[in-house]
């Protein structure tokens, strides 16, 4: 009863540090997606995948890249961190009518 | 992106009362969606709704797909202590979630 498991829970950065948010998901859904949350917001997306080897940019992706190699998995990649990176990460999976959604990696960059 | 405003932002209720919170749009969705976050937890699924007028339930929680489909209630009946925590709407249109801000609801034993 995995579902979408999120690494790490928690993460403190220094400004100019990279790191990748893990993702992996075990229902087999093709669609999977990034979303940041910040405090009084609602979710935005950063990047979302329809399957693997394809990926696409959602609504806020600049200073993050992602890959989808597996159909289980989509890493999300920090290069060089900012201030203005820090919130609550969730990754989301589809099978293309409810979404899934991790626990959240919750990012602090100072 | 699409725009969901979510109302009220916040409720302050006793134990055994009833809730009603919506999401409205511009925009017709294909799905509406309801979700519960609790702190430090992500978004869980609570009721999911496919088509215009649909009304479905999940125990004490009762939802509502608009006829004009853009828009979308829940309520929650006699409310209680665990019902507390930041309630959210999602529209989906194709392979696309749109989120509301969010209802944060506080029950007073």
């Known amino acids: 009863n995995a579902g979408v498991t999120q690494t790490p829970k928690f993460r403190i950065l220094k400004i100019g540090q990279s790191m990748t948010l893990q993702c992996t998901q075990d229902?087999?859904?093709?669609?999977m997606y990034w979303y940041r949350q910040d405090p009084g917001m609602g979710l935005k997306l950063i990047y979302y995948?329809?399957?693997?080897?394809?990926?696409d940019k959602g609504e806020v992706p600049n200073g993050y890249n992602v890959s989808r190699s597996t159909t289980e998995d989509f890493p999300l990649r920090l290069e060089l961190a900012a201030p203005s990176q820090t919130s609550v990460y969730f990754c989301?999976?589809?099978?293309?009518?409810?979404?899934?959604f991790g626990q959240g990696t919750r990012l602090t960059v100072v | 992106g699409q725009q969901l405003n979510q109302s009220p932002q916040s409720m302050f209720i006793q134990e055994g009362e009833d809730v009603s919170m919506n999401c409205t749009s511009s925009?017709?969705?294909?799905?509406w969606l309801w979700y519960k976050q609790d702190p430090g937890e992500g978004p869980v699924l609570l009721i999911a709704?496919?088509?215009?007028?649909e009304l479905t339930s999940n125990g004490r929680l009762t939802a509502q797909f608009g006829i004009t489909r853009k828009d979308s209630f829940l309520n929650i009946s006699a409310s209680i202590p665990s019902d507390v925590g930041i309630y959210f709407c999602?529209?989906?249109?194709?392979?696309?979630?749109?989120f509301g801000t969010g209802t944060s609801l506080t029950v007073i034993p």
């Open positions: 229902m087999n859904h093709n669609y």
């Open positions: 989301a999976s589809t099978p293309m009518t409810e979404a899934f």
């Open positions: 999602a529209g989906r249109i194709g392979n696309q979630f749109y």
């Open positions: 925009s017709i969705f294909n799905t």
């Open positions: 709704l496919y088509k215009a007028g």
């Open positions: 995948s329809v399957g693997a080897g394809i990926t």
